[in-house]
């Protein structure tokens, strides 16, 4: 089983709708989670952290569910600029070592 | 403005050759990392430095050297004893290296063996 697992998609979503994806990490000490954004050939770019009590940036909200073992990124009223690779990103504290999934394709179509 | 720099963007390397990718950046971070991302996969850490004049291995540091002498710099040597060079190289920085450490990224490196 790999450390963080995410679906790699594609999600094809219309333009205006609401998407989400979960992102599965098998380190029950893991402390510290992240969701980044990796546009086509670049470099990924911190989306936001992710706290226990979930967190809200504009159309973006992240939960964290410890029972589970997993955190999600929901994106309200998509963009056609939110088409992007998501790479959901897992540290525990025992180390300084990121954890990285291998990405979930989003499309938002017009 | 501040940012991490990496040239060159794109790098051809024939087999057999040693190749050094740089990566400089004006931040003033003690942390800085390698990664590697192939096509599919979630990025790889090479090395990560704290501290200037020290590093350690990442999971897959196995035909890669770094070095460390100045606080702005962090070179990756892929040597010929790495087996499958090919690939996008990352390099990234923070603040000190903490578990709430976030890690800013240079626009990368794509290196072709031919």
Same mark, same amino acid.
């Given at each position: 089983r790999?450390?963080?697992?995410?679906?790699?998609?594609?999600?094809?979503?219309?333009?205006?709708?609401?998407?989400?994806?979960n992102c599965t990490y098998s380190n029950s000490a893991s402390q510290s989670f992240f969701w980044y954004r990796q546009d086509c050939r670049k470099e990924p770019k911190l989306l936001m952290s992710v706290y226990s009590s979930g967190n809200e940036d504009g159309r973006f909200t992240a939960q964290l569910n410890r029972a589970s073992q997993y955190i999600s990124l929901l994106i309200r009223d998509s963009k056609l600029s939110d088409s992007a690779t998501y790479l959901c990103v897992v540290k525990a504290d025992s180390n300084y070592q990121l954890i990285w999934g291998a990405g979930t394709k989003l499309i938002i179509k017009p | 403005d501040g940012g991490i720099t990496q040239s060159p963007?794109?790098?051809?390397?024939?087999?057999?050759?040693?190749?050094?990718?740089?990566?400089?950046?004006?931040? =003033?971070?003690? /942390?800085? %990392?390698w990664y590697r991302q192939d096509p599919g996969q979630g990025l790889?850490?090479?090395? &990560?430095s704290q501290i200037v004049n020290d590093f350690q291995k990442g999971d897959i540091a196995e035909g890669y050297s770094v070095s460390r002498e100045k606080k702005e710099s962090?070179?990756?040597?892929?040597?010929?004893?790495?087996? =499958?060079?090919? /690939?996008? %190289?990352?390099?990234?920085?923070?603040?000190?290296?903490?578990?709430?450490?976030?890690? &800013?990224?240079?626009?990368?490196?794509r290196l072709t063996v031919l």
């Open positions: 790999k450390e963080v697992e995410q679906d790699p998609g594609p999600f094809n979503v219309p333009e205006g709708a609401t998407v989400a994806f | 963007k794109y790098l051809f390397r024939k087999e057999g050759q040693n190749v050094t990718l740089s990566c400089e950046q004006n931040l =003033n971070h003690d /942390a800085m %990392y790889r850490l090479i090395y &990560y962090f070179p990756l040597t892929v040597t010929s004893a790495q087996k =499958n060079p090919t /690939a996008f %190289y990352l390099c990234a920085s923070s603040i000190w290296g903490g578990s709430t450490d976030t890690q &800013y990224f240079g626009p990368g490196t």
